[in-house]
């Protein structure tokens, strides 16, 4: 994980540090926001190169980027999953987020990606909270209860929810 104040270069730097020692970017998620960049990658080294690498990018502190490295092994058998996305449309208030994945989480549902926003509404002022998740849904859950409650919740919310 690389954070730091949005800059050019950010990336090179992290890249740069990763092929001096071998490494291959494999893959990544990266986005700036409010001036603030963060990315999470995952890259493979030689395991040799390991130590000196993850040391080489802690160095890169002094720089003003914040690295947080993390040895990830073998994840073993994964339970079986299935993938929906949840699209949310509603009047902005406090608390949305949070009511959704509390819900979810009760469920063992897990987010695998989101994506939110605030827009100014069209039509009578206010202001539109949007939001798109991808979830990962495990195959033993029981969709059609977890389907009515995401209704029961869009209701109790005043927000529309799609789930497919």
Same mark, same amino acid.
């Given at each position: 994980?690389?954070?730091?104040?949005?800059?050019?270069?950010?990336?090179?730097?992290?890249?740069?540090?990763?092929?001096?020692?071998?490494?291959?970017?494999?893959?990544?998620?990266?986005?700036?926001?409010?001036?603030?960049?963060?990315?999470?990658? #995952?890259?493979?080294?030689?395991?040799? *190169?390991?130590?000196?690498?993850?040391?080489?990018?802690?160095?890169?502190?002094?720089?003003?980027?914040?690295?947080?490295?993390?040895?990830?092994?073998?994840?073993?058998?994964?339970?079986?999953? *299935?993938?929906?996305? #949840?699209?949310?449309?509603?009047?902005?208030?406090?608390?949305?987020?949070?009511?959704?994945?509390?819900?979810?989480?009760?469920?063992?549902?897990?987010?695998?990606?989101?994506?939110?926003?605030?827009?100014?509404?069209?039509?009578?002022?206010?202001?539109?909270?949007?939001?798109?998740?991808? #979830?990962?849904?495990?195959?033993?859950?029981?969709?059609?209860?977890?389907?009515?409650?995401?209704?029961?919740?869009? *209701?109790?919310?005043?927000?529309?929810?799609?789930? *497919?």
């Amino acid at each position: 994980t690389v954070i730091a104040a949005d800059q050019p270069g950010i990336i090179q730097t992290v890249s740069t540090v990763l092929k001096i020692h071998g490494g291959n970017w494999t893959q990544s998620s990266m986005s700036s926001l409010a001036g603030q960049f963060a990315g999470i990658l #995952l890259v493979s080294l030689p395991e040799e *190169n390991t130590d000196a690498c993850v040391a080489e990018l802690h160095e890169l502190e002094s720089e003003g980027l914040t690295v947080i490295a993390h040895v990830s092994g073998e994840t073993g058998d994964a339970e079986k999953t *299935n993938t929906y996305i #949840l699209d949310l449309v509603g009047n902005d208030r406090p608390g949305i987020v949070h009511e959704i994945t509390t819900l979810l989480a009760a469920h063992k549902v897990s987010v695998h990606e989101l994506e939110t926003s605030v827009e100014g509404a069209s039509m009578g002022g206010g202001e539109l909270f949007k939001a798109t998740a991808q #979830l990962v849904v495990p195959e033993t859950a029981d969709i059609d209860q977890l389907e009515t409650e995401l209704e029961d919740l869009a *209701n109790d919310l005043m927000v529309n929810i799609r789930f *497919n």
